[in-house]
């Protein structure tokens, strides 16, 4: 319809979840389709509840010189709604990304809730560990089983370059262990020491190993 319609450059088109229940090959077509209205019409509003999709269509429509801005609906005051801008790209992140920037910008510039940093060291070693090893590893291997594997692990295993860094893994989960099992109002978090274990976490996953 929108193809027959000689007018349509000079209307707003709002598109309301266009992708719900559709495969990914369908996906990929949609966000063409959907580009090429944009370049064809006044303005394009896209509404959905994708937010992979929807950045997707947003790096898409800038990859075609075509503006574009993210807007989400929030909770305001009093029960009501409101209009605020999206950043999808972070939204997106996968947990291990996030987890990753919360120790990086602790170190870089103070940010982030300390017992918050405090409870990310040990699932980001582990998620590290787990994108090192993927083939040696089930999903779900902790990080106590990695040295212990490690440490028996013969020269052929690749789990056996990890051998070098088990002492250090040990030492950097026995102290995030206590925060990891523990509520934090349990264990008291002293900011020197939690930066220095935050250091050593950030250079085992950015060395790969240690000298």
Do not use: W
């Amino acid at each position: 319809r929108l193809n027959r319609d000689s007018e349509r450059s000079n209307k707003i088109i709002v598109i309301d979840d266009p992708i719900c229940s559709l495969d990914m090959g369908r996906r990929n077509s949609t966000k063409r389709i959907l580009c090429n209205i944009a370049k064809q019409s006044e303005q394009v509003i896209i509404l959905g509840h994708d937010a992979y999709f929807l950045r997707d269509i947003h790096d898409d429509l800038e990859k075609n010189n075509i503006e574009a801005s993210s807007v989400k609906i929030s909770r305001g005051n009093n029960g009501y709604s409101k209009f605020e801008s999206a950043n999808f790209n972070e939204k997106c992140h996968s947990e291990y990304h996030k987890k990753f920037m919360l120790l990086e910008n602790f170190v870089k510039n103070g940010s982030g809730e300390e017992d918050k940093v405090a409870c990310a060291i040990r699932p980001l070693l582990e998620g590290y560990l787990h994108r090192r090893f993927p083939a040696q590893v089930s999903r779900n291997t902790l990080i106590g089983v990695f040295i212990a594997n490690a440490n028996n692990a013969s020269s052929d295993n690749p789990l056996y370059h990890l051998k070098n860094l088990t002492n250090e893994l040990n030492e950097v989960n026995d102290y995030a262990g206590d925060f990891h099992h523990s509520t934090i109002n349990d264990v008291s978090i002293d900011s020197n020491e939690l930066l220095s274990f935050v250091k050593r976490t950030l250079k085992v996953i950015q060395k790969g190993n240690l000298p």
